[in-house]
């Protein structure tokens, strides 16, 4: 069976539309999958480009409405930017995607397409009752190829032990290696739409094709 997670019932008075899609799966993390990469440049990137051209990053679907959940969490979404957006700006800037490996280049996929921050965890590392809520104040960890990142106010994973992972940035301690076996992977929506649920759609997708994913079990955290 899945982790078992709920929304913080504060973050949903501060935000309502809060959802959270769930992906958990087996996979053989690789270091790339040269199909995914044809695709993200050569559809993504230009489907990318047009969107920033049609709409401007700050309102682009989804991360419009990921930014002003942000507001209303007490974050700056221009200094702590969403990563689907930080995703897409460096998209729209041709610096292109770092290659970490084929779970997190798929997460990416399922972000910049849908607009909606993703995250991918080591079951291993976490614990069994997962909980998505505003940081607090003071709250920090060791993020990934980062010094300490502050969390007080931003949209956060956590377990008994602490926080796990946000939407702008996660946390070393269940970051994907070649290692992972057993894979979580989130999309946290703050929109009042049905994109998640073609998220769930495309992303189970996506996740068998580039990354291999199997025993998939899917579902939506309202």
């Not at 490996?101 to 614990?127: C, K, P, Q, R, W």
Request: hydrophobic letters at 35%; a neutral charge; glycine letters at 8%.
């Amino acid at each position: 069976m899945g982790k078992h997670l709920v929304i913080d019932r504060d973050m949903k008075e501060k935000w309502p539309q809060t959802r959270v899609g769930c992906f958990q799966y087996k996979a053989t993390v690789e270091k790339k999958n040269e199909r995914l990469w044809k695709y993200l440049k050569k559809d993504i990137f230009r489907k990318t480009k047009d969107a920033i051209f049609d709409y401007g990053v700050n309102e682009i679907p989804n991360i419009k409405e990921s930014r002003m959940a942000y507001k209303a969490f007490g974050k700056d979404p221009s200094r702590y930017r969403v990563s689907s957006e930080a995703l897409v700006r460096r998209i729209g800037q041709g610096k292109g995607l770092y290659e970490v490996n084929t779970v997190v280049d798929v997460n990416n996929l399922i972000s910049i397409e849908s607009g909606f921050s993703a995250g991918s965890y080591d079951t291993a590392m976490m614990g069994e009752e997962l909980i998505f809520r505003v940081g607090k104040d003071g709250e920090t960890y060791k993020g990934i190829g980062k010094d300490v990142v502050k969390i007080d106010g931003l949209p956060v994973l956590a377990d008994e032990e602490g926080a796990i992972g946000s939407a702008t940035s996660d946390s070393e301690r269940a970051m994907i290696t070649e290692d992972a076996k057993e894979i979580l992977t989130l999309v946290y929506s703050f929109s009042d739409n049905q994109d998640l649920e073609k998220v769930m759609e495309y992303g189970r997708k996506y996740l068998k094709e580039y990354a291999g994913a199997k025993d998939i079990e899917s579902w939506i955290v309202e």
